[in-house]
């Protein structure tokens, strides 16, 4: 029987490069997000696999009740999650703090924050009443080193750094594994979003740059599931060769 995982944010970059490298390996997929028209195009591609099922959910995680209803009306075959992705996240804007837009602010806290708690609390229960499940909490560099204008995207992912660390020991006792990933500088649409639409500035951040790939997140995360059950990978930090940390990066002229 195929196992299942659900992906948040499945709409492009890493939830999309997930999705695919786990459907590809014969896992059944949920697919969340909250742009139809692409949640339709990747059901279409994952099921090309062929031998596997896929289930799309069309809903906003910042959205407790919209979590809710979309979790709770899983159809019976589809409630054996194995795995949840928590990647719905993302940057919005550049400023320093007292030049903030808190329009931005509240964006990230309620989609990096709240929406992975609402759909862990949704989930989780249905891990723990099997005593199995593995959880993967998609966070940042920039959770682990606060940098010049990250201010409130950095907090929100070291909330989810410290979230995951607490997950771990509160589901200790269900034998649910969590790991929390926190890759640098990597090439999705992230910038796009950050810099709302501003192609040459995003463009730029990446100018003379080998960056991650989403697949190169999507291949840490399958192999982190494919070691034995006995081992769990609790963190890890995922930056290109020519990054070091959050301040420290090399940039061909």
């Known amino acids: 029987?195929?196992?299942?995982?659900?992906?948040?944010?499945?709409?492009?970059?890493?939830?999309?490069?997930?999705?695919?490298r786990f459907g590809k390996n014969g896992y059944n997929v949920i697919i969340t997000g909250r742009r139809k028209e692409r949640l339709d195009m990747l059901k279409k591609e994952l099921l090309s696999f062929?031998?596997?099922?896929?289930l799309s959910l069309n809903f906003d995680v910042r959205k407790n009740d919209e979590v809710n209803k979309a979790i709770q009306n899983l159809p019976g075959e589809w409630k054996t999650i194995d795995?949840?992705?928590?990647?719905?996240?993302?940057?919005?804007?550049?400023?320093?703090?007292?030049?903030g837009v808190t329009d931005d602010w509240e964006r990230m806290i309620d989609t990096n924050v709240k929406g992975l708690l609402y759909i862990t609390r949704a989930v989780a229960p249905?891990?723990?009443?099997?005593?199995?499940?593995?959880?993967?909490?998609?966070?940042?560099?920039?959770?682990?080193?606060?940098?010049?204008?990250?201010?409130?995207?950095?907090?929100?992912?070291?909330?989810?750094?410290?979230?995951?660390?607490?997950?771990?020991?509160?589901?200790?006792?269900?034998?649910i594994r969590v790991t929390h990933i926190a890759p640098g500088m990597a090439e999705t649409e992230f910038s796009i979003v950050r810099f709302?639409?501003?192609?040459?500035?995003?463009?730029?951040?990446?100018?003379?740059?080998?960056?991650?790939?989403?697949?190169?997140?999507?291949?840490?995360?399958?192999?982190?599931?494919?070691?034995?059950?006995?081992?769990?990978?609790?963190?890890l930090v995922i930056t290109p060769t020519q990054q070091a940390s959050a301040y420290y990066s090399y940039k061909r002229e």
């Open 1 to 20: 029987m195929n196992k299942t995982i659900i992906v948040t944010g499945a709409t492009s970059g890493f939830g999309k490069a997930i999705a695919v």
């Open 50 to 54: 062929g031998n596997i099922r896929v």
């Open 196 to 235: 709302k639409g501003d192609k040459e500035k995003a463009d730029a951040v990446y100018k003379g740059f080998d960056a991650l790939t989403a697949d190169d997140i999507a291949d840490v995360i399958y192999y982190c599931a494919s070691v034995p059950a006995h081992v769990c990978i609790n963190d």
């Open 83 to 99: 795995i949840l992705v928590n990647n719905a996240g993302l940057a919005a804007g550049f400023s320093h703090i007292d030049e």
């Open 126 to 175: 249905l891990m723990v009443a099997r005593k199995s499940g593995y959880i993967f909490n998609i966070g940042s560099i920039a959770g682990k080193e606060v940098y010049e204008n990250g201010n409130v995207y950095c907090a929100s992912k070291s909330a989810v750094d410290s979230i995951s660390k607490a997950m771990r020991i509160d589901l200790l006792k269900h034998n």
